[in-house]
């Protein structure tokens, strides 16, 4: 797969990933930098653990496996966090607690690209506004998780409402270089340790565009141009390649916190998720991260990629789109509806993102609209085929595809019972689970997740 | 020049066709709350409905369109939008919505503001929407303006109807507007409406808050001649809200936002007044919006609330093509324990007649029943289902164009790569 590159380059963290003899070599040279480093790669260790739960059988149901597959009246079984297998036939197997699942969907967890979760919760308030270090251009040296609340609301909403399982939170886009993000599982904890996703790679969020420019020009500030854009760029990377030389050589460095993650990138430790509209900007991005030396994972929002979809075919960038936003500002302006299934026809990897609090709750519906508008123009995709864009493709995208985001078994059980269809508006999350624990359940209000903000405040406890 | 231009339109008559069209067995929904009609047919002559249901004969001479198996609907009407009034949003000279920097505010009128060239109106038009009304963005004050309701047609006269309301920000925008605090925004609100008051009898005084003209604009106000959109979300404000018609008891009051309704559902039914509502808040988004729910249109509506969608602050300038997915979602919640969601029949209500009613134009769109305007939708499905789309809309009895430059850029990049000459030929 095009994404395996980062997946190895992420095994620093990552216990045991399947790769290519070329890989492993890379891998063993990695191995050999990183011996190097004197600096601890994850101060913050993830200390997120998996709930209880029962082996589970959800029997009756229409499954989308979430790599395209599609099984009608099966079973679903997990047990010990993990997915066992899909079977269709045959008695339900003894030793499973059964949730008869007749009428209703199987799906893998939604996992959401792009979410600010946490670093711009609600409630809305200045207080709560970190998600931008709008202080320089350039900041990698940011981490998102830094400004994580794991109290957030919202939280709760993508849940019970949405499905998503699993979500990355991004630094936002005034900066060119906004730090980096953090994979989290979306599971209330006490701390954003708590919450981090076992072994998933970090990325780092870039924007290209209107955004950077206005922010720091506005200011009297480089850049208030898009040339300047790209020129603090490529001057931030040249700094970055010869800090990483100095690293693999072994000399002695002063420690940058954004150099060490601008070096993780040029190693494919770390994923670059761009924020880019305009499909010149994604190109100049293209040719700019080979000038470097590294490989953008994604373009976020990406309106424009059907202009390019063969292009970002061959270069195996998955394109993070919306359904139909569009016209907010200038390089919004030539979004179409159309915009996902025709990069799905190129060839190219489409997901589809929120960034939005609220459109994080209805992702699902987002593909449904983006397939019908397909449909209308001769792109004929079918719903399990769809589901791609919200589930594995996704996870591809954040480098933990070997470990969710479908359903095949061994992996985590990270799983939602739809009460129906789930690319019709009528259908909402049954029940949640999260590495095989049931975490959501809609028959039960004390299976409602219900954060420290809202406790003791009017709504508390409400069907949301 | 365009918009002096528009100014006088909005005195010309919209077109409307003189044909008579018969749409014959599709599902018809007529948009008051009925159930969907099978086989129905729907005759438009003169650019209003003439009859729409079962058994309608079809005159003699009409131009017939079969839509067996299609759905036939009246058309969107966007409960709560500043479309037209806005380009680009983040491009300021596009922008009308608002106006920060001007003396004046209630005297805003945005019917000659609405340009019927901006994009929305082409993307809405061809997903269904036909009609909305549109509000003006509060500037530096809590008196936004005069609304309208408008349809989207693909023509010069856009205004269905101007100075259709009043605007106003309360709670804790208002309050912020106001100077800073929810007691400076009631002192505000009653200086102001007493101002008009005084206005009224001719009486304008040397230290008054407003400007004459923005104090004759709060006349009709203040005699309940013109309704008074009220953008509140919170239920004390609510409450607060409901009580200013204890000083101005002739106020036609509509709630919009009312994110925190349900709690006070009773006491708004009580007073009788419309609510716009946005139908999928249900983050604390502000220390106002705590008690956020999908279910606050459902219960609004089984406390006897009067109650339509609308999208303030939610994309309103584009994203009216909506509607329809938030009236979706009120249906899915019945499925939901413990949520209260809206009938279909309801739903599509919320999106056509109710929001007409509340705006006080139901008697001329907001559904198919004889004498409205000849504003129909054909659907390939179910309208609030996801993958379903338009075929073809009439407004005031005209066929529209369903082409947008969404869909022209689509045609281009069909197949992105370029062929003999650059893309920028391919047209």
Known sequence: ?464 | MKRFLLGCAALIAAPVSAQTVAITGGKVVIGDGSAPIDNGTVVITNGRVVAAGAGVAVPAGAERIDATGKWVTPGIVAGFTRMGLVGVDAVDPSNDAGARNSPFNASLDMAPAINPDVAAMAVNRAAGVTRAIVSPDAGNVIFGGQGAVIDTGADMSPVTKAKAFQFVEFGEAGARLAGGSRPALIAAFKTALGEASDAAKGIFREESLLKRGDALALVPVVNGTMKLFVHVEGAPDILTVLSLKKDFPALNLVLVGATEGWRVAPQIAAAKVGVLASALNDLPESFEQLAATQSNIGRMKKAGVQVAIGMINDNEARQAQLSMQYAGNLVALNKVPGATGLSWDQAFATITSAPAEIAGVGADIGSLRAGRRGDVVIWDGDPLELTSGVQAVWIDGVKQSLVSRQTRLRDRYMTPTEGALPNAYDR
């Open chain 1, 1 to 464: 797969m095009r994404l395996t590159k980062f997946l190895v380059g992420t095994a620093v963290v990552l216990a045991a990933v399947t790769a290519p003899a070329t890989a492993r070599k890379k891998d063993k040279e990695e191995a050999k930098t990183e011996a190097k480093a004197t600096f601890n790669k994850d101060p913050y260790p993830s200390t997120y653990h998996p709930y209880a739960g029962v082996p589970t059988a959800v029997t009756n149901v229409t499954v989308y496996d979430g790599e395209g597959a599609k099984f009608q009246n099966a079973t679903v079984y997990f047990r010990d966090g993990k997915v066992e297998g899909i079977e269709t036939g045959g008695a339900v197997k003894d030793g499973y607690t059964v949730v008869d699942g007749t009428g209703k969907w199987v799906t893998p967890g939604i996992i959401d690209v792009h979410s600010h979760l946490g670093d711009y919760p609600t409630p809305s308030v200045d207080a709560h506004s970190d998600g931008n270090e709008a202080t320089g251009a350039a900041r990698p040296e940011v981490w998102a998780e830094h400004s994580v609340w794991p109290q957030d609301p919202g939280f709760s909403r993508a849940l019970a409402n949405g499905g998503v399982t699993a979500l990355q939170i991004l630094p936002g886009s005034a900066n060119l270089f906004g730090g980096r993000s953090v994979t989290i599982k979306n599971v209330y904890a006490r701390n954003v340790q708590g919450m981090k996703f076992p072994g998933a790679p970090y990325g780092l969020k870039m924007a290209c565009g209107e955004n950077p420019k206005r922010v720091y020009g506005s200011k009297g500030q480089m850049p208030s141009t898009r040339m300047g854009n790209m020129a603090v760029n490529r001057q931030t990377w040249a700094r970055a390649v010869e800090y990483k030389r100095k690293l693999d050589k072994g000399e002695t460095v002063a420690r940058d916190l954004g150099m060490e993650t601008l070096a993780g990138v040029l190693s494919g430790e770390i994923l670059v998720h761009n924020h880019c509209y305009r499909a010149d900007e994604m190109s100049l991005v293209i040719d700019m991260a080979k000038e470097f030396g590294y490989k953008v994972s994604t373009f976020h929002h990406a309106v424009e990629s059907y202009k390019i979809a063969d292009l970002l075919a061959k270069e195996g960038i998955c394109s993070a789109m919306w359904a139909d936003w569009w016209g907010f500002k200038m390089e919004s302006y030539d979004a179409i509806n159309e915009n996902i299934p025709l990069v799905h026809k190129a060839g190219a990897c489409a997901i589809v993102h929120s960034d939005d609090a609220n459109g994080i709750q209805r992702l699902n519906q987002e593909a449904a609209k983006a397939l019908g508008d397909g449909r209308r123009i001769g792109i004929d995709i079918p719903d399990e085929v769809a589901w791609t864009w919200l589930s594995y493709n996704p996870a591809k995208a954040l480098g933990i595809a070997d470990k969710t985001g479908s359903l095949k078994p061994g992996k985590m059980a990270d799983i939602v019972l739809w009460n129906g269809n789930p690319l019709s508006v009528y259908t909402r999350p049954d029940k949640v689970w999260i590495d095989g624990a049931l975490m959501y359940d809609a028959a039960n209000p004390k299976m409602r997740p219900v954060s420290d903000f809202e406790l003791g405040q009017p709504g508390e406890g409400d069907t949301k």
